[in-house]
């Protein structure tokens, strides 16, 4: 079984078009064959760790990071690579100690969400994805029991040793108040006079808008303010901006929100695809939410800080009772000193990580390239998806913690 990291969204479509790692050539098969672990009745060979090297290194490659952290990451490569292998190992062997078995049940939910997970809808998508992928049907059924059968052993195993009471959470909640602490916020409205509307001059433009603006002053709700003028062409419907923060609206709509008290209307502000008029429905100050409110984020947090603690002392316990035969190549020699080192979980871990390089088929690939990005609300920045620090080192065994 191969478990692979978990990797940004963004750097799946790269990974999926990815083949196979191929046996380096001029290399004897005796060689390749070479066992370089063993724990109880599992093993990994030479092969299997070359195969997981590479795939490693490929993967880094792909990571968007700084070329020093790139380097740091790749020298470690060896050693982390055969580190998730001693640990993968180390499952492998308890899941057959406690006979664990994956129904036709599991396994067919297992495969149809990891088909909706890469937007596979019929037998021809899946089976060239499989082509292309340079894998069988029955490989991928086979890697996903395993993944399925390790995630049995830590549900049963560690996840029952995962105990938070509240009183901790709420001594959390005392130590930490300034973390909990809200931005002022705005909830805003607006209308834009359109730059490319029935308009044809700058001051024609400027003119609407002020006269819209002095419409909402005299107490016409906006949506009213700009019904004929919109369905002109000339300006937008009413948008709702919803609930903003410092750094969520351009600069100059920024400083005319934060200008505004609840009801007031503020002038023409030049920006993004005409002249922008903001309207405060409400008004936030910044301020620390009660307990009560911020209950489910400090239990999930410590939850997941109470698992990572019990994942490295299980780890530990199982190595103490397994039989364990070490031959490792000699760039990897020094693995142990990794499973010492404290990790942080993952933001967000899927429900099936992916267990081979799957890739999507050719064509849907195609369209979604020519897909259009969504529409940006004017005025309002797009919002970069969050990731984990590119380059920084996952742990090998990441069930979902308790509580996700």
Same mark, same amino acid.
């Given at each position: 079984?191969?478990?692979?990291?978990?990797?940004?969204?963004?750097?799946?479509?790269?990974?999926?078009?990815?083949?196979?790692?191929?046996?380096?050539?001029?290399?004897?098969?005796?060689?390749?064959?070479?066992?370089?672990?063993?724990?109880?009745?599992?093993?990994?060979?030479?092969?299997?760790?070359?195969? /997981?090297?590479?795939?490693?290194?490929?993967?880094?490659?792909?990571?968007?990071?700084?070329?020093?952290?790139?380097?740091?990451?790749?020298?470690?490569?060896?050693?982390?690579?055969?580190?998730?292998?001693?640990?993968?190992?180390?499952?492998?062997?308890?899941?057959?100690?406690?006979?664990?078995?994956?129904?036709?049940?599991?396994?067919?939910?297992?495969?149809?969400?990891?088909?909706?997970?890469?937007?596979?809808?019929?037998?021809?998508?899946?089976?060239?994805?499989?082509?292309?992928?340079?894998?069988?049907?029955?490989?991928?059924?086979?890697?996903?029991?395993?993944?399925?059968?390790?995630?049995?052993?830590?549900? /049963?195993?560690?996840?029952?040793?995962?105990?938070?009471?509240?009183? +901790?959470?709420?001594?959390?909640?005392?130590?930490?108040?300034?973390?909990?602490?809200?931005?002022?916020?705005?909830?805003?409205?607006?209308?834009?006079?359109?730059?490319?509307?029935?308009?044809? &001059?700058?001051?024609?433009?400027?003119?609407?808008?002020?006269?819209?603006?002095?419409?909402?002053?005299?107490?016409?709700?906006?949506?009213?303010?700009?019904?004929?003028?919109?369905?002109?062409?000339?300006?937008?419907?009413?948008? +709702?901006?919803?609930?903003? &923060? &410092?750094?969520?609206?351009?600069?100059? !709509?920024?400083?005319?929100?934060?200008?505004?008290?609840?009801?007031?209307?503020?002038?023409?502000?030049?920006?993004?695809?005409?002249?922008?008029?903001?309207?405060?429905?409400?008004?936030?100050?910044? /301020?620390?939410?009660?307990?009560?409110?911020?209950?489910?984020?400090?239990?999930? /947090?410590?939850?997941?800080?109470?698992?990572?603690?019990?994942?490295?002392?299980?780890?530990?316990?199982?190595?103490?009772?397994?039989?364990?035969?070490?031959?490792?190549?000699?760039?990897?020699?020094?693995?142990?000193?990794? !499973? &010492?080192?404290?990790?942080?979980?993952?933001?967000?871990?899927?429900?099936?990580?992916?267990?081979?390089?799957?890739?999507?088929?050719?064509?849907?690939?195609? +369209?979604?390239?020519?897909?259009?990005?969504?529409?940006?609300?004017?005025?309002?920045?797009?919002?970069?998806?969050?990731?984990?620090?590119?380059?920084?080192?996952?742990?090998?065994?990441?069930?979902?913690?308790?509580?996700?």
């Amino acid at each position: 079984m191969v478990m692979r990291r978990s990797l940004p969204s963004l750097v799946l479509p790269f990974l999926l078009a990815l083949p196979c790692a191929m046996v380096p050539s001029g290399v004897h098969a005796d060689t390749l064959n070479k066992v370089v672990l063993r724990v109880n009745d599992q093993i990994s060979t030479l092969y299997d760790y070359q195969r /997981r090297r590479e795939d490693f290194v490929r993967d880094l490659t792909r990571r968007e990071m700084a070329p020093e952290e790139r380097s740091r990451v790749l020298a470690q490569a060896p050693e982390m690579v055969f580190r998730d292998m001693f640990q993968d190992l180390l499952l492998e062997s308890r899941a057959h100690q406690l006979a664990i078995e994956v129904t036709d049940a599991q396994l067919a939910a297992a495969l149809a969400q990891m088909k909706q997970n890469f937007g596979i809808k019929t037998d021809e998508e899946f089976q060239a994805a499989l082509a292309q992928s340079g894998m069988t049907e029955a490989q991928l059924r086979e890697q996903i029991k395993g993944q399925l059968r390790v995630r049995e052993v830590m549900d /049963r195993e560690v996840r029952t040793r995962v105990k938070v009471d509240e009183e +901790d959470l709420r001594r959390y909640y005392r130590k930490n108040l300034e973390q909990f602490r809200l931005p002022e916020q705005f909830h805003l409205k607006e209308v834009v006079v359109l730059d490319e509307g029935g308009l044809p &001059s700058a001051a024609e433009r400027s003119a609407l808008a002020a006269r819209i603006r002095q419409s909402v002053v005299a107490g016409k709700p906006l949506a009213e303010a700009v019904a004929e003028d919109q369905k002109k062409g000339s300006t937008s419907a009413e948008i +709702d901006l919803g609930w903003v &923060s &410092s750094g969520d609206l351009d600069p100059a !709509l920024q400083a005319a929100a934060w200008k505004l008290k609840p009801g007031e209307v503020s002038e023409p502000v030049a920006g993004r695809g005409g002249l922008h008029l903001l309207v405060a429905a409400e008004h936030r100050d910044s /301020r620390i939410p009660p307990f009560s409110e911020v209950q489910s984020v400090i239990q999930s /947090r410590e939850q997941d800080r109470v698992y990572n603690q019990e994942v490295a002392k299980y780890m530990a316990e199982l190595e103490q009772k397994s039989l364990i035969v070490l031959d490792p190549p000699t760039e990897a020699a020094g693995f142990r000193r990794l !499973l &010492s080192k404290p990790e942080p979980a993952e933001p967000q871990i899927p429900e099936l990580t992916p267990p081979a390089p799957l890739a999507a088929p050719a064509a849907q690939k195609a +369209d979604k390239d020519k897909t259009a990005p969504a529409p940006v609300k004017p005025g309002m920045e797009p919002v970069k998806p969050a990731t984990p620090e590119a380059g920084t080192p996952q742990p090998a065994v990441q069930p979902p913690p308790p509580g996700v």
